[in-house]
């Protein structure tokens, strides 16, 4: 697997499989002023709801052991914003801009499909249906036949490319993920952040929202699952992600089934660290695997 | 340049140099120059490998030729982390300066700074500033050694020490007393210190003194990227929008804007 150009279905072809994956990225913010997003396959959006979502209160981050646990909570100035401002600049500078489409029920979903479909800064939809941190943030994550209706109603609205972002632990993931594929999704992201908790000294819940998401190192392995299984189940392609903070990182990805990466909680310590993957993999597109013993 | 103004953020891998240590575990380390230079209450993102996080710290003094130091308390900061890199040889990675600066202080205006606690570091590079514009008292409160720790840096041209040992907030309470009308105040403390000075300021009837406070939060990507960073605005404009990004629009805000303790 090299760093060349990907396919990810309905057309949609990025020029290389490093992208930036929904949330650690946000907007860009003074991310702008470090690298340019430009040169990555995509830039995955946070998520985004038809009207403005406050998030949760504060702490919304923790540390722990092995990774990062968050509570955002999915603030967002709407879909009306989204499009008129980020989606818009970032395109205008030569990003490929993905929505990560999230809502309380499919009204909200099919509300933010039709919108996007209008825009001309939008080249694809991630519709979120694997988020811990909101009440409903599970609801279609986790059972098929739920998961379906609603990619089927997306589907009737957009052209768009639909990736669908699944959770890292559902209780029947292969079901999931063809229940997703016969619903006219054309790529699947896996995986989403990890439901876990963490307590101060005092046993109290380090994040406001109480529990929260595990990201980073520590849901590598668990995502690589999640890749192996759906690429063995259905025949999209796969957007791969949790804890990818090398090239190495990333050929595992690629090795589990996956077609492209994102990168998301690496950029906290190292905001360099998705244009550096992607130039590792450019200087060494195909490392000699290891001899086999 | 103008010393007050946000410079653009840069990245740097610069390895810990000279280490000088102070009254109550208090240690000041030096950096080589790298980074841009940062304006009064900005902070930098330092990477130390043992967190899935980096570390926000304001740069301490600047040095002659363009490093800078970091001044690390014993309690709270990653100290084992840095020194560990330290004796390793090895760099660390920074960014920035990043965040919102405390601004000059209006003309005529008479400035006091105000710390307690130990949180000094945001207002080394501030009170060099004041004092050389026109003079500037510093109180400086709190109840142990290392709250008072490294003041020989304060040391400079216009510049008053006034320490105050005790319990409560004692440096917010003498500023409190001193400041006129006209006067400006900066501050960095605990959250219910700086909570404390925000109620006093914004009693019926009192007119100023006009203040600035720097807070301390919890931040992960520290560029306003990730909004995990957030503080409740007292007046949101928009009620679905009530927070500011602690990163972004602060860490520095004015007396008022947000809601706090
Ligand atoms: C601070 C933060 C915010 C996130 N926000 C979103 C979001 O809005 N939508 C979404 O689908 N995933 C979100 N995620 C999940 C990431 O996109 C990604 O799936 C997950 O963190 C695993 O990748 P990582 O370990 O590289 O971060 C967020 C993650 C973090 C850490
Ligand atoms: S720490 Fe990410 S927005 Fe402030």
Redesign the pocket.
């Known amino acids: 697997m090299s760093a060349a150009a990907v396919d990810l279905g309905r057309g949609l072809r990025l020029a290389n499989p490093v992208l930036l994956?929904?949330?650690?990225f946000g907007y860009g913010g003074r991310y702008l002023e470090l690298f340019d997003p430009a040169r990555l396959g995509a830039v995955?959006l946070?998520?985004t709801s038809p009207v403005p979502w406050p998030g949760n209160p504060p702490p919304?981050?923790a540390a722990v052991d092995g990774?990062?646990l968050?509570a955002?909570g999915?603030e967002?100035p709407g879909v009306e914003a989204v499009l008129a401002g980020p989606a818009r600049s970032l395109a205008e500078r030569g990003c490929t801009v993905v929505l990560?489409v999230?809502g309380h029920d499919e009204d909200d979903f099919v509300a933010v499909a039709r919108r996007a479909d209008l825009s001309p800064h939008v080249a694809a939809l991630?519709v979120?249906v694997?988020?811990p941190n909101v009440p409903d943030g599970l609801r279609y994550g986790t059972d098929p036949r739920a998961v379906a209706g609603l990619v089927a109603a997306v589907r009737r609205v957009t052209r768009l490319p639909l990736w669908v972002?699944l959770p890292p632990a559902p209780p029947d993931r292969r079901a999931l993920a063809r229940a997703v594929a016969d619903a006219g999704a054309d790529a699947l992201?896996l995986?989403?952040?990890l439901p876990a908790l963490a307590l101060d000294r005092t046993g109290r819940p380090r994040l406001g929202a109480g529990a929260g998401?595990l990201?980073?190192a520590a849901?590598?392995p668990v995502?690589l699952l999640a890749v192996r299984e759906c690429a063995d189940a259905v025949d999209l392609p796969i957007i791969g992600?949790?804890?990818?903070e090398t090239a190495e990182h990333a050929r595992a990805f690629f090795a589990a089934g996956a077609r492209a990466v994102?990168?998301?909680?690496?950029l906290f310590r190292n905001p360099l660290a998705a244009v550096e993957i992607l130039a590792a993999l450019e200087a060494d597109p195909d490392p000699q695997p290891p001899p086999r013993r | 340049m103008n010393p007050w103004q946000a410079p653009s953020p840069a990245l740097a891998d610069l390895r810990p140099g000279r280490v000088r240590r102070y009254a109550g575990g208090v240690l000041e380390v030096e950096f080589p120059p790298g980074l841009p230079p940062a304006a009064p209450g900005q902070f930098v993102m330092v990477d130390l490998g043992d967190s899935a996080l980096p570390h926000p710290f304001t740069p301490f003094r600047t040095l002659a030729g363009g490093g800078f130091t970091l001044l690390l308390r014993p309690q709270g900061r990653p100290v084992a982390a840095l020194l560990a890199r330290r004796r390793a040889g090895q760099a660390v990675r920074l960014f920035g300066p990043l965040g919102r600066p405390f601004p000059p202080p209006p003309l005529g205006a008479r400035a006091f700074a105000v710390a307690e606690s130990g949180r000094i570091a945001p207002l080394h590079l501030l009170v060099r500033l004041l004092g050389e514009a026109g003079g500037v008292t510093l109180f400086v409160g709190g109840d142990d050694d290392a709250h008072f720790a490294a003041l020989a840096a304060f040391r400079l041209p216009g510049v008053r020490i006034e320490r105050r040992r005790g319990g409560g907030w004692p440096a917010v309470e003498a500023a409190l007393a001193r400041a006129g009308t006209d006067d400006v105040l900066y501050a960095a403390a605990p959250e219910p210190a700086l909570a404390r000075l925000d109620r006093a300021l914004g009693k019926p009837g009192r007119q100023g003194p006009r203040a600035f406070l720097a807070l301390e939060v919890a931040m992960?990507c520290g560029v306003g990227a990730?909004?995990?960073c957030p503080v409740p605005l007292r007046r949101p404009p928009d009620p679905r929008r009530p927070y500011a990004r602690a990163c972004a629009d602060g860490p520095v805000f004015p007396a008022g804007e947000v809601a706090l303790g």
Do not use: F
Request: proline share 2%; charged share 10%.
């Open positions: 994956a929904s949330g650690p995955v946070k998520g919304r981050v990774g990062l968050n955002v999915l967002n990560n999230v991630e979120n694997s988020c972002k992201s995986v989403n952040t998401g990201s980073g849901l590598r995502a992600m949790g804890g990818v994102a990168v998301g909680t690496a | 992960a990730c909004y995990g």
